[in-house]
T-cell receptor, first 110, second 112 residues
Framework: AQRVTQPEKLLSVFKGAPVELKCNYS??????LFWYVQYSRQRLQLLLR??SRESIKGFTADLNKGETSFHLKKPFAQEEDSAMYYC????????????FGPGTRLSVLP | NAGVTQTPKFQVLKTGQSMTLQCAQD?????MYWYRQDPGMGLRLIYY???????DKGEVPNGYNVSRLNKREFSLRLESAAPSQTSVYFC???????????FGPGTRLTVT
């Protein structure tokens, strides 16, 4: 079965420090990976997806098929990055199923 | 475009009461989803509809029913609410199997 894990429930960093949010998945096919962000009391919104290979708000993520990971990175964290981050996986072979990880709350301290 | 809309925004129910959460999207998406979000549990899929006229169970379907009324609308019904159903409910939609999901603003439900 597909599974997405995010080992850290809470990650606290100081403003200006690098940040890495970890995501690992277990799936034998070729999934599509996403990062979603949820700011306080707002709806989830797409941050980035691996197929587009773009940098959004300074965040990047690289798909490592060997390690089955899709970690989210930003070189210099900002206070406005404080939010809940969800890693998610989708695959055509599983129809419309879309699996989310448990989420990591990022807190950027001043 | 309004995107994905949900009503109501907040609801308080007593145990045993029933209610329907409404969701609509104006993006002509084929697939629609219902999730619940609980602290420490992330998002869990309740039901989804791959296309108009079809629905399938997700990870936590017990206690819920859904109706895909047409391509735009996908409702979630609680027939007999229980305190364990206290949660924030999100509706989402997407066009294809590999595309991103678009989320509604959520419904905060409390069952006492």
């Amino acid at each position: 079965a597909q599974r997405v894990t995010q080992p850290e429930k809470l990650l606290s960093v100081f403003k200006g420090a690098p940040v890495e949010l970890k995501c690992n998945y277990s799936y034998s096919g070729s999934p599509e990976l996403f990062w979603y962000v949820q700011y306080s009391r707002q709806r989830l919104q797409l941050l980035l997806r691996h197929i587009s290979r773009e940098s959004i708000k300074g965040f990047t993520a690289d798909l490592n098929k060997g390690e089955t990971s899709f970690h989210l990175k930003k070189p210099f964290a900002q206070e406005e990055d404080s939010a809940m981050y969800y890693c998610a996986l989708s695959d055509y072979n599983y129809g419309q199923n879309f699996v989310f990880g448990p989420g990591t709350r990022l807190s950027v301290l001043p | 475009n309004a995107g994905v809309t949900q009503t109501p925004k907040f609801q308080v129910l007593k145990t045993g009461q029933s209610m329907t959460l409404q969701c609509a999207q104006d993006m002509n998406h084929n697939s629609m989803y219902w999730y619940r979000q609980d602290p420490g549990m992330g998002l869990r899929l309740i039901y989804y509809s791959a296309s108009e006229g079809t629905t399938d169970k997700g990870e936590v379907p017990n206690g819920y029913n859904v109706s895909r009324l047409n391509k735009r609308e996908f409702s979630l019904r609680l027939e007999s609410a229980a305190p364990s159903q206290t949660s924030v409910y999100f509706c989402a939609s997407r066009q294809g199997a590999l595309n991103e999901q678009y989320f509604g603003p959520g419904t905060r439900l409390t069952v006492t």
